[in-house]
């Protein structure tokens, strides 16, 4: 039995053409600030980024009669437009099986511990809505024949809650908010970068005034890098997150994301030692996730040396063909690397031996063509010597092909479609790859309605940090769609964002720009370039899913001189476009600063092995093995419990990291809604919880 599906409906859901933005409203005036002729844009709402967070909010601020504008540095560019994995995936809780008890959803998000356990259930709980309004809006989720809808298990999900429209399920769903972005006539500005946050008032009182951006279509020769003033009380920050941080990343081209961007406007960052790496394909060709039916398919693995010769490494670490096979398999299921599962030779054991044979200077390839090679003494590969988990799953698939490439044109044709695309035809040839870093769950602190420290300004999508140690896969997704709802839906409510601003902000744009310009200085020895190489090298190096303490340590002292360096003497440009890069690098460069503290700051007290990184210790409880014997360089720290109840929190103080530490919010499983006592609160307001912002 083979899936056959005709190629026009595989080429619909493998290319997705986005749809064609309207002109630019022009700006409100044109202001001489600090020397240069600057356009004025006025709103009731700025939304930073046209991922699916940020269209999500932008749609339902409109909805709810606000005065919303989308500005973004590339509108189809960012996460949700250009990547994926085989298998976009949403949580779903609708269907009338498991998975729709919400409580046992919300566990299982914040699961890997230093979570919120409000944000777990926001998020589980509004994720049906999500997958309706998104249904609504025609996103082409899966159905059976009665409407239920289709769903398969992916990682730290061990009930089965994902679904996906194929390859490109987040293009899809950009593709849909865009359409009714466009539809609802919400303002959107393109190449439209925002470099700098506008603040007014002091401690808790701190409130967003507006924010510069370079445009590319504001340059002229009385404002040659296009600085633009936007006067906004209120911004959502939907940038995405930092994929230039590291140089192995999965990412695709251009995400900065806006970490570097809040610190500087004193907005607090959490959990930034938590991450996801993984194995794929690099941005440098195409990048893309290896998960699912990639792994599931159980292609041979080996690497390549300087010298052309070829190696089944794989073998040095599994016992027996059947655990090399059946692991190479989970991979589909427990993407992410997790230290523990190096353990009792588990599955991140396949990205362990990746790593070192990358870091060996050795290139990974791996070929559909060919089943996995035996370890040397046991028996050959076989579909009926595999574990019995994966014999099972395999069995219900009907991929019981000889061959790799047949079970996965049999498990997901669009997977080598999608390929195709790209000139990799992995029918014909080896997919070389590594392991990457793929995605940031920590970021911008936010309380439940997406609110920051800083009055008037939100954070949702990857922006925000509101994921934990571990997220079941497609919950990044979900958690955009969720907080981009609840932040609007807040905005809405406090009346906030119903009129574009009017407010004379000149002084505070004035200085600003100043100190925008300033650190700009064309004869900088320190370029956009320069900064790249050393920020993601050292991010790689010292801080993926190996860590120990002298080189955190070592890295962190490094990245604190290249700041200091960049406060001395600024970031060269020579044209507007290399500005606009000059800033996103040196907010990146600060990024990486406070990354690297975080990480610093959690593994000298004591912190150990979760989620993303293990932290190497030769003192460390847990050893991993591999056939030849245990890998003593790899013995690494047992997680500490206390850690999973809190956050480490970050903060820019002056030119310092500050950096503490606060307790998970917590959660009362047993309490319960009364409809006649709590419906007063949602009539009048009290739900939103606005005194804070007044
Ligand atoms: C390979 C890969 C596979 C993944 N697979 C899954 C999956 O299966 N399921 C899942 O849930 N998640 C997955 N993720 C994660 C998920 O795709 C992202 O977390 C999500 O798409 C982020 O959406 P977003 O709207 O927050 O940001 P993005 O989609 O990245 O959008 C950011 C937007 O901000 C703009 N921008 C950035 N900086 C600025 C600025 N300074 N000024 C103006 N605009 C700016 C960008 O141009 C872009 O429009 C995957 C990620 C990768 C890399």
């Known amino acids: 039995m083979t899936i056959d599906v005709p190629q026009d409906i595989l080429d619909a859901l493998t290319d997705v053409d986005m749809p064609r ?56 560019g960012g996460t949700s437009a250009c990547s994926g994995s085989d298998k976009q995936t949403l949580h779903t809780a609708n269907t009338a099986d498991q998975g729709d008890n919400y409580k046992a959803m919300a566990r299982a998000i914040r699961s890997g511990g230093a979570m919120d356990e409000d944000t777990a259930y926001v998020e589980a709980v509004g994720s049906s809505r999500m997958m309706a309004s998104l249904q609504f809006l025609g996103l082409p989720l899966p159905q059976d024949p009665l409407g239920g809808t289709l769903r398969y298990q992916t990682d730290h999900d061990e009930v089965g809650r994902a679904t996906s429209c194929g390859p490109r399920t987040s293009r899809l769903m950009v593709k849909v908010l865009a359409e009714e972005v ?91 030692t938590e991450s996801q790496f993984g194995i794929g394909t690099r941005r440098e060709g195409f990048p893309w996730n290896l998960s699912g039916t990639y792994v599931q398919a159980i292609p041979h693995i080996y690497s390549v040396d300087a010298e052309g010769a070829e190696h089944h490494f794989l073998a040095e670490y599994y016992r027996s063909t059947q655990e090399l096979a059946s692991n190479v398999f989970r991979k589909g299921y427990q993407w992410p690397f997790h230290a523990t599962r190096m353990l009792d030779f588990g599955s991140s054991l396949v990205d362990l031996a990746i790593y070192r044979e990358t870091a060996a200077g050795r290139r990974v390839f791996m070929d559909f063509n060919r089943n996995p090679l035996p370890v040397p003494g046991d028996l050959p590969f076989g579909l009926e010597r595999l574990d019995e988990d994966v014999r099972a799953y395999l069995g219900n698939a009907g991929a019981s092909q000889a061959m790799p490439i047949d079970r996965l044109k049999h498990m997901n044709p669009l997977s080598i479609e999608l390929y195709r695309r790209y000139k990799i035809d992995i029918a014909e040839e080896p997919l070389e790859f590594a392991v990457n870093n793929q995605h940031m769950n920590g970021g911008i602190m936010v309380d439940t309605w997406g609110r920051s420290n800083i009055g008037g300004c939100y954070a949702i999508g990857e922006a925000a940090g509101t994921h934990g140690v571990t997220r079941p896969g497609g919950a990044a997704l979900n958690a955009g769609q969720v907080f981009g709802t609840r932040a609007a839906e807040h905005i809405s409510a406090s009346g906030r964002a119903k009129r574009a601003a009017a407010e004379d902000i000149t002084a505070i744009a004035e200085a600003g720009i100043g100190s925008l310009l300033a650190a700009l200085r064309a004869e900088s020895p320190l370029t956009a370039k320069s900064l790249r190489t050393e920020i993601q090298a050292r991010m790689s190096e010292k801080a993926g899913i190996l860590c120990d303490q002298e080189s955190v340590g070592g890295a962190l002292i490094e990245a604190r001189k290249l700041n200091a360096e960049i406060r001395k003497k600024g970031v060269a440009y020579s044209r507007g476009a290399e500005a606009v890069r000059g800033v996103q690098w040196r907010h990146m460069a600060l990024a990486s600063e406070a990354v690297l503290s975080a990480l610093d700051f959690f593994i000298r007290n004591g912190g150990g092995s979760r989620g993303a990184r293990a932290i190497c210790d ?37 030119d310092q990291i500050g950096l503490s530490t606060r307790a998970n919010r917590t959660f009362d499983e047993k309490a319960r809604s009364f409809f006649e006592r709590d419906w007063p609160a949602w009539l009048t307001g009290r739900t939103y919880d606005l005194a804070r912002d007044k």
Not at 21 to 28: G, I, N
Not at 233 to 247: H, N, S, T
């Open 21 to 76: 933005l309207p002109p630019e409203a022009a700006p409100s005036e044109v202001s001489r600030l600090a020397c240069v002729e600057v356009p004025v844009y006025r709103a009731g709402c700025v939304v930073v980024g046209s991922g699916a967070a940020g269209l999500r909010a932008a749609v339902e601020m409109k909805r709810r009669g606000d005065d919303v504008v989308i500005v973004s540095q590339s509108a189809w």
């Open 618 to 654: 030769g003192q460390g409880e847990s050893l991993p093995l591999a056939r030849a014997g245990p890998l003593q360089d790899y013995r690494f720290r047992k997680e500490r419990p206390a850690h999973r109840e809190e956050q480490i929190v970050v903060r820019l103080d002056g």
């Open 182 to 272: 466009i539809r609802l006539g919400v303002p959107f500005y393109n190449q439209t970068t925002a470099v700098k946050i506008l603040t007014e008032g002091d401690g808790a009182g701190r409130h967003v005034v507006g924010m510069l951006a370079m445009r590319a279509g504001d340059r002229t020769e009385e404002n040659p890098l296009g600085i633009a003033l936007l006067v906004s009380d209120v911004i959502v920050l939907a940038a995405g997150g930092p994929g230039e941080l590291y140089r192995d990343s999965v990412y695709p081209n251009g995400c900065f994301g806006s970490l570097g961007l809040a610190l500087e406007a004193g907005v607090e960052l959490v959990n930034l």
